[in-house]
């Protein structure tokens, strides 16, 4: 379980993350949404101690990660399998080597077991014949599913996506959506999403975060949401189904 | 006033940065086995494909001081051996070194910044953190360690390679013989201005890698930080290797 108590970040005094508590539970999919610039990222990569907070502090599995020693904070990342923005496949590397990277530094396999394992997670985000690709010649949403083959192939116990959606068609959009729900479903994993794709949110979520100028404002299911009462939720909400562009693809909210 | 404060301060910001990224990468000096097969392929990055430039550059200025040097002996009275007593002490003590620092400086310095620092904004070094990699071992260690292994490698084929251009030189262009050029190089060779060279080489290693690996490893603002950082870590290398040169001198010659 992860426990977020009272995080404060500010950057050059500007404040980013004002306060926000939050709890994750274990294999829950928590899909936090927000605007743009509301601090979504920023709390993604507190959750990996990436970044430092200001204040507050997280807590997974009980550990305090700000408090922890370099090396203990790698061994806790190890649990962890993310998925950045923009993939951040390594580009000195194809396909094959890149999910390869972390059973050759890490795992204890031979060779012909990382073969292995690299083909099942390349499998598992249907992308059996890309290995030899290098993430140039892949498109934004097969780089994705590489750097999530990526992310699995430790099998880490949470997996953290940074929109996970953003710069895609929607088609291809629905198939991470849909990659994401199987992967949870088949890994027994605990996913925290940070999005502002409606779709995706309907789509994945076990429960919902919004986060707004830096604070959690709302939080609950999708059944939730439904019935949710707060005018900048809702507006936040009717703004994403006036950029999907044709509000019956999207569901009922009012 | 503010603004005037902050950019004071700015120095003392990046000094400080800078230190804390060679402390970190000093303690993930025992993490042999996170680069070892990386030092392997930037010794080879910085050091073998460096040679031909370096060594065109050693040639052409072991050839250019020897035709300066001669030049510039009109005298009948000064034998012609003082032209190799002069232009092999120079490949030595400054130019083998200092050449080799700014063409490395340039070619190296400049590579480094630009890979870390794409790196950074393509969340290629977030990505090897979150994975529980220690990336200043993976990324900064390799690159710092080969630099100072292989610039007093081609420091040793710059001056090579520069007095055989002076020799050379002397010899096409009719102003000594061979045999006088190592005569008068032998004259005035003492082992202390090769160790001296050897001393400037690893420090000036050193200083280009550094620079450019916390130039890049902390690299922001997408592709106009990059290209910042590759200029910035050029500039300010070939910079510090300017002080660095005049500081040693000043303390062990």
Same mark, same amino acid.
């Given at each position: 379980?992860?426990?977020?108590?009272?995080?404060?970040?500010?950057?050059?005094?500007?404040?980013?993350?004002?306060?926000?508590?939050? %709890?994750?539970?274990?294999?829950?999919?928590?899909?936090?949404?927000?605007?743009?610039?509301?601090?979504?990222?920023?709390?993604?990569?507190?959750?990996?101690?990436?970044?430092?907070? $200001?204040?507050?502090?997280?807590?997974?599995?009980?550990?305090?990660?700000?408090?922890?020693?370099?090396? %203990?904070?790698?061994?806790?990342?190890?649990?962890? #399998?993310?998925?950045?923005?923009?993939?951040?496949?390594?580009?000195?590397?194809?396909?094959?080597?890149?999910?390869?990277?972390?059973?050759?530094?890490?795992?204890?396999?031979?060779?012909? #077991?990382?073969?292995?394992?690299?083909?099942?997670?390349?499998?598992?985000?249907?992308?059996?014949?890309?290995?030899?690709?290098?993430?140039?010649?892949?498109?934004?949403?097969?780089?994705?599913?590489?750097?999530?083959?990526?992310?699995?192939?430790? %099998?880490?116990?949470?997996?953290?996506?940074?929109?996970?959606?953003?710069?895609? $068609?929607?088609?291809?959009?629905?198939?991470?959506? %849909?990659?994401?729900?199987?992967?949870?479903?088949?890994?027994?994993?605990?996913?925290?999403?940070?999005?502002?794709?409606?779709?995706?949110?309907?789509?994945?979520?076990?429960?919902?975060?919004?986060?707004?100028?830096?604070?959690?404002?709302?939080?609950?299911?999708?059944?939730?949401?439904?019935?949710?009462?707060?005018?900048?939720?809702?507006?936040?909400?009717?703004?994403?189904?006036?950029?999907?562009? $044709?509000?019956?693809?999207?569901?009922?909210?009012? | 006033?503010?603004?005037?404060?902050?950019?004071?301060?700015?120095?003392?910001?990046?000094?400080?940065?800078?230190?804390?990224?060679?402390?970190?990468?000093?303690?993930?000096?025992?993490?042999?086995?996170?680069?070892?097969?990386?030092?392997?392929?930037?010794?080879?990055?910085?050091?073998?494909?460096?040679?031909?430039?370096?060594?065109?550059?050693?040639?052409?200025?072991?050839?250019?001081?020897?035709?300066?040097?001669?030049?510039?002996?009109?005298?009948?009275?000064?034998?012609?051996?003082?032209?190799?007593?002069?232009?092999?002490?120079?490949?030595?003590?400054?130019?083998?070194?200092?050449?080799?620092?700014?063409?490395?400086?340039?070619?190296?310095?400049?590579?480094?910044?630009?890979?870390?620092?794409?790196?950074?904004?393509?969340?290629?070094?977030?990505?090897?953190?979150?994975?529980?990699?220690?990336?200043?071992?993976?990324?900064?260690?390799?690159?710092?360690?080969?630099?100072?292994?292989?610039?007093?490698?081609?420091?040793?084929?710059?001056?090579?390679?520069?007095?055989?251009?002076?020799?050379?030189?002397?010899?096409?262009?009719?102003?000594?013989?061979?045999?006088?050029?190592?005569?008068?190089?032998?004259?005035?060779?003492?082992?202390?201005?090769?160790?001296?060279?050897?001393?400037?080489?690893?420090?000036?290693?050193?200083?280009?890698?550094?620079?450019?690996?916390?130039?890049?490893?902390?690299?922001?603002?997408?592709?106009?930080?990059?290209?910042?950082?590759?200029?910035?870590?050029?500039?300010?290398?070939?910079?510090?290797?300017?002080?660095?040169?005049?500081?040693?001198?000043?303390?062990?010659?």
């Amino acid at each position: 379980m992860i426990k977020i108590e009272n995080l404060y970040k500010s950057f050059a005094d500007k404040p980013v993350l004002k306060g926000v508590s939050l %709890e994750i539970y274990d294999r829950d999919t928590m899909v936090v949404i927000g605007r743009s610039g509301s601090g979504k990222s920023v709390l993604l990569k507190h959750l990996i101690g990436l970044l430092q907070p $200001d204040r507050g502090r997280i807590l997974v599995d009980g550990i305090d990660i700000n408090k922890a020693k370099y090396r %203990e904070l790698r061994q806790l990342r190890k649990d962890f #399998g993310v998925l950045f923005q923009g993939g951040a496949l390594f580009d000195s590397m194809d396909s094959f080597d890149n999910v390869a990277f972390p059973l050759r530094t890490f795992g204890t396999i031979s060779e012909d #077991g990382i073969k292995k394992r690299v083909h099942e997670c390349l499998d598992l985000v249907n992308l059996p014949d890309v290995g030899d690709k290098r993430p140039s010649e892949l498109s934004g949403g097969m780089q994705k599913r590489v750097a999530l083959a990526r992310a699995i192939s430790l %099998e880490p116990r949470y997996i953290l996506y940074d929109e996970p959606t953003s710069g895609l $068609d929607p088609e291809t959009s629905n198939t991470i959506d %849909e990659l994401i729900r199987r992967l949870d479903q088949q890994l027994n994993v605990t996913s925290i999403v940070i999005t502002h794709d409606m779709h995706s949110v309907l789509a994945i979520a076990d429960r919902i975060a919004f986060i707004h100028e830096g604070e959690i404002r709302w939080t609950g299911t999708v059944d939730d949401l439904h019935n949710a009462e707060d005018e900048v939720l809702l507006a936040f909400v009717r703004a994403n189904e006036y950029q999907i562009g $044709d509000p019956s693809e999207t569901a009922d909210l009012s | 006033m503010a603004a005037l404060t902050q950019r004071l301060l700015n120095p003392a910001r990046e000094l400080g940065r800078y230190s804390l990224l060679l402390y970190h990468a000093a303690t993930s000096l025992t993490e042999f086995g996170t680069y070892r097969q990386n030092l392997v392929t930037q010794m080879v990055r910085i050091g073998i494909d460096s040679l031909p430039i370096v060594s065109l550059a050693a040639a052409f200025s072991g050839a250019v001081t020897t035709v300066q040097t001669a030049y510039q002996l009109t005298s009948p009275f000064i034998p012609k051996t003082i032209i190799g007593s002069i232009v092999a002490p120079s490949m030595i003590l400054e130019l083998g070194v200092v050449v080799t620092g700014f063409i490395l400086a340039g070619r190296v310095g400049a590579r480094i910044a630009a890979e870390l620092g794409t790196m950074r904004v393509s969340e290629q070094i977030d990505a090897l953190e979150a994975m529980g990699l220690n990336s200043v071992a993976y990324l900064v260690m390799p690159r710092v360690l080969a630099g100072m292994i292989m610039f007093p490698v081609l420091y040793v084929a710059a001056c090579f390679v520069g007095i055989g251009g002076g020799i050379l030189t002397a010899q096409v262009g009719g102003y000594l013989s061979s045999g006088e050029f190592i005569q008068g190089a032998r004259d005035f060779f003492t082992p202390f201005s090769a160790y001296f060279g050897l001393i400037k080489s690893v420090t000036f290693g050193f200083i280009i890698t550094s620079i450019a690996c916390y130039k890049g490893y902390y690299t922001q603002g997408g592709a106009e930080g990059v290209g910042k950082s590759t200029t910035q870590a050029a500039v300010m290398s070939c910079v510090f290797i300017l002080f660095a040169d005049l500081l040693l001198a000043t303390l062990l010659l």
